[in-house]
């Protein structure tokens, strides 16, 4: 145990090394053979977790991520199969037979599309090869779908674990490779000449994106299978969809071996519904955090039920109208002066009847300008629930202009 105690700690000071290295301005190249050595003979899941306790221990994610490309690199040639094959990730509409077509259909499109125009217009800056390019950029930016279903599906299981540090180093390079391919189509839609940079942009690129493929295929795919129960990939299937699908859609409808599907989250520290929590949809919420949460929204809510009666009225800070608990259970017509009863009364009917989804309405209130807007609520079976009406001062909104991507000091 001890040796395997200070085999880690060896290996994890060599890994610091390395990084200092890369962050140093040391290729890629340079440091290849000694991580090849580092590596010989563990587990992608023990490395993922060398990488996790550096970024514990205080190294910021991009100096991790620099090893990224290392990995690719040694994992092309020298790493093997290191992990059982699964059955079940062989089974046509499991998430990872879905997220591995899409690789193979990413790759083919690469080296069958996305190159082979990048050559083109490299030989030749005509507006057709400039044309064929953007197509090709066109339906690379299809890869979006298949980064968000691993960053929202597959990150979040994993985080659960424990597993933090490989998830955002991964996330923070498709954020690159989204930025990048976003920067080729820019280069190409105002094209100014401007050639060797559109080359070399598209190029890297392209070869970042093959080598995501790797690192998928060789690292969070195998640690991904090795990590999460089948209860968990169950749940994931049937968010799948959801997120849309990269190029391809998935060639068959999985089926668990597990005839009935048990729910790990207690044994992962969360609360089940019946233990104080209500359970929604999408997740569980204590009373607290729920009623916290609507009144935390930049927005008044008000919601009247099918008989007509207010049942809920959200309390934030800067409410719009001006609300008392007394009008709880009172008849929303109660609530209007009697000249526009009968505009209330027809909003109601026409939501309570299917005739419209929604009514909305916008006035000048002093220095706001208030939006109005009235919502049908329906259950799963479409039946009538309610009316909810939803209030904002939106002039803060019409008056933004262009972007904001960094968070604000003061």
């Not at 950029?137 to 985080?159: C, G």
Request: proline share 4%.
């Amino acid at each position: 145990m001890s040796e395997f105690i200070n085999n880690r700690e060896y290996r994890q000071k060599v890994l610091k090394e390395l990084i200092t290295e890369l962050h140093n301005g040391k290729s890629v190249e340079s440091v290849k053979a000694r991580f090849e050595k580092l590596i010989e003979g563990i587990s992608a899941m023990e490395i993922s977790e060398m990488e996790q306790a550096l970024i514990m221990d205080g190294m910021p994610l991009e100096e991790v991520q620099r090893l990224c490309d290392v990995h690719a690199s040694v994992f092309k040639g020298s790493i093997e199969k290191i992990h059982k094959p699964i059955q079940q990730e062989d089974s046509p509409g499991h998430p990872i037979h879905t997220f591995r077509l899409e690789n193979i259909a990413i790759e083919n499109l690469i080296n069958n599309k996305v190159i082979p125009s990048i050559e083109l217009f490299k030989n030749q800056d005509n507006q057709e090869n400039i044309n064929n390019m953007s197509a090709a950029f066109h339906t690379l930016w299809e890869i979006d779908k298949h980064y968000l279903r691993k960053e929202n599906l597959l990150f979040p299981y994993l985080e659960k674990y424990g597993i933090t540090g490989p998830p955002k180093v991964m996330w923070g390079v498709d954020d690159e490779i989204r930025d990048a391919i976003k920067d080729v189509r820019t280069l190409l839609t105002n094209y100014k000449e401007n050639h060797d940079v559109v080359v070399s942009t598209a190029s890297e690129v392209a070869n970042r994106i093959i080598e995501m493929v790797f690192k998928e295929e060789k690292i969070l795919f195998p640690m991904s299978l090795e990590t999460l129960s089948e209860d968990e990939w169950v749940k994931i299937a049937n968010e799948t969809k959801d997120l849309g699908f990269c190029l391809i859609e998935p060639q068959g409808k999985w089926k668990p071996t597990k005839t009935n599907i048990v729910d790990k989250e207690k044994d992962l520290g969360i609360v089940p519904a019946s233990e104080g929590y209500v359970s929604f949809d999408a997740g569980l919420l204590t009373p607290e955090e729920i009623n916290a949460m609507l009144n935390t929204l930049p927005l008044d809510i008000t919601f009247v039920d099918k008989d007509g009666a207010v049942k809920y009225f959200s309390q934030g800070v800067e409410r719009i109208f001006p609300r008392t608990k007394a009008i709880i259970g009172r008849q929303v017509q109660n609530c209007h002066p009697p000249g526009s009863v009968h505009i209330v009364q027809q909003i109601v009917e026409d939501l309570k009847s299917g005739l419209k989804e929604h009514e909305d309405f916008w006035i000048k209130m002093g220095d706001k300008f208030v939006y109005i807007r009235y919502y049908a609520v329906r259950n799963k079976n479409g039946e009538f629930l309610g009316t909810l009406e939803v209030t904002q001062n939106i002039k803060p909104i019409q008056q933004l202009e262009g972007e904001k991507r960094l968070v604000s000091f003061s």
